[in-house]
């Protein structure tokens, strides 16, 4: 029998194609109707969270949440974020252009561009979710003013889906302009000051329609995590934030190198200042609003109602700032600048108080620095553990050390020579008055 039609090869080749064809047809209406049931899976969750959502119109009239509370363990308030509540409404007319185009270049840089949301954020929000990341940010200015105005601080996708429905009705019911002002009035920029005019008091002692470059720069890197960037809490973190809102502004063609540069010498150089008497024992309050912040969020924290109970004992911590404002003023012939304190529970770890410098408002001394919780040399802390094993070994309080000019070879700098705090030595002494006076050399010295 002879076969007149296509040769073997051509016709397997053929039915290859038909075959690729006919998968390629299958995933098509598969595709087509995956994208139909998202559609309408869409349209449900739409219909489903806009059941009871709160008018867009409650914008123009914000009211603040509850205030967060932090007490010490027997109920004294020490803290509390809206106890002297600091919020002036102003146009937008009446701030800086350039602090506008800070606050769009880091938060929202197609802010007149999108319709309210942002899809490269919703994408990003998805692969968090597949890759097991949680819910992430990537929120517009929008949703951001509808988050701290409307809804709460909860992180989760249903929350997320009355976010998006709720700035897709704000962007149609208010201009541009109009959501950008309001934001500036409702975002919080730390501690009490809610809103822009208030934060530029606060931080500067001026209006906001007096704010430079460098100035606007800074606030407008505060909302992101306020407790974090904050100039008072001790660290140096608001100059990071400020140097990426700036690059950012360089980016999107706001600002030039050189401008930019200049605005940031001006805030690593800026002497903030600030004397809130309203709040106590601050460098605990403000470690303790950090970690809240941490785990429930900047929202939660600045306007959650959050009522937050403590370790710290209030009248032990009084009495830990007077010792160490005594104990520095006792020791400022040997250039002691600062001290810090903390005292805990040595069975459970509790803090019962934390004094984190002489003065926490002295910030031209680092006051707003904890010292407490920064990284040190052990230095005295060291001297119980080392007299506590030397009495395991058989050493009694009454035991004899000699306190005199030793040196001591090492592999790295060959000779360690320690001295006394105040540079005399006296000869033999006993453990316990060695202890008591926290000399160095017989420290060294102990087995």
Do not use: C
Request: aromatic residues 10%.
């Amino acid at each position: 029998m002879v076969d007149y039609g296509l040769p073997f090869g051509k016709r397997r080749r053929s039915r290859l194609r038909s075959s690729k064809i006919l998968i390629y047809s299958k995933l098509s209406r598969y595709a087509l109707v995956g994208l139909i049931g998202g559609i309408i899976l869409m349209f449900v969750l739409f219909l489903w969270y806009s059941r009871d959502l709160p008018e867009p119109g409650k914008l123009a009239n914000a009211q603040l949440g509850n205030s967060t509370r932090i007490y010490d363990r027997k109920g004294i308030l020490l803290y509390s974020v809206y106890q002297e509540q600091n919020r002036i409404y102003v146009k937008l007319s009446d701030t800086p252009k350039v602090l506008q185009q800070a606050t769009i270049a880091i938060e929202d840089k197609d802010f007149y561009e999108n319709q309210g949301f942002s899809i490269m954020g919703y994408i990003r929000v998805a692969k968090d979710v597949v890759l097991l990341r949680g819910l992430s940010g990537g929120s517009t200015i929008t949703q951001q003013l509808v988050k701290n105005v409307l809804l709460t601080s909860e992180r989760s996708l249903p929350r997320k889906i009355k976010e998006l429905i709720l700035a897709i009705q704000v962007d149609r019911v208010y201009s541009k302009d109009e959501i950008l002002e309001m934001y500036l009035n409702d975002v919080p920029y730390g501690g009490t000051a809610i809103g822009v005019e208030a934060a530029s008091e606060t931080y500067f002692g001026k209006k906001a329609k007096e704010l430079d470059l460098a100035e606007s720069a800074f606030l407008a890197g505060l909302p992101q995590s306020p407790s974090v960037y904050s100039p008072f809490s001790g660290n140096k973190y608001y100059e990071v934030r400020t140097e990426a809102v700036l690059k950012q502004m360089v980016e999107e063609k706001y600002i030039t190198k050189e401008q930019s540069k200049k605005a940031l010498d001006k805030i690593k150089n800026y002497k903030f200042s600030q004397r809130d008497t309203s709040i106590k024992a601050p460098h605990f309050v403000i470690y303790v609003k950090q970690l809240a912040a941490e785990k429930f969020g900047e929202a939660a924290v600045d306007g959650g109602g959050l009522q937050i109970y403590t370790t710290l004992d209030y009248e032990i911590q009084k009495d830990a700032e007077k010792i160490v404002k005594d104990e520095l003023e006792k020791l400022k012939g040997y250039r002691v600048g600062n001290g810090s304190a903390i005292v805990a529970d040595p069975k459970t770890g509790e803090i019962l108080a934390m004094v984190g410098s002489k003065d926490y408002f002295d910030v031209d001394n680092d006051g707003n620095f904890n010292t407490a919780l920064s990284r040190r040399q052990p230095g005295s802390s060291l001297k119980p553990v080392i007299y506590a094993t030397a009495l395991e070994k058989g050493y009694t309080a009454a035991s004899f050390i000699m306190d005199v000019k030793t040196d001591f070879p090492t592999e790295t700098t060959g000779t360690y020579t320690p001295v006394n705090y105040d540079g005399k030595f006296r000869g033999p002494i006993q453990l316990r008055f060695a202890l008591g006076n926290s000399l160095n050399i017989p420290a060294v010295k102990t087995p």
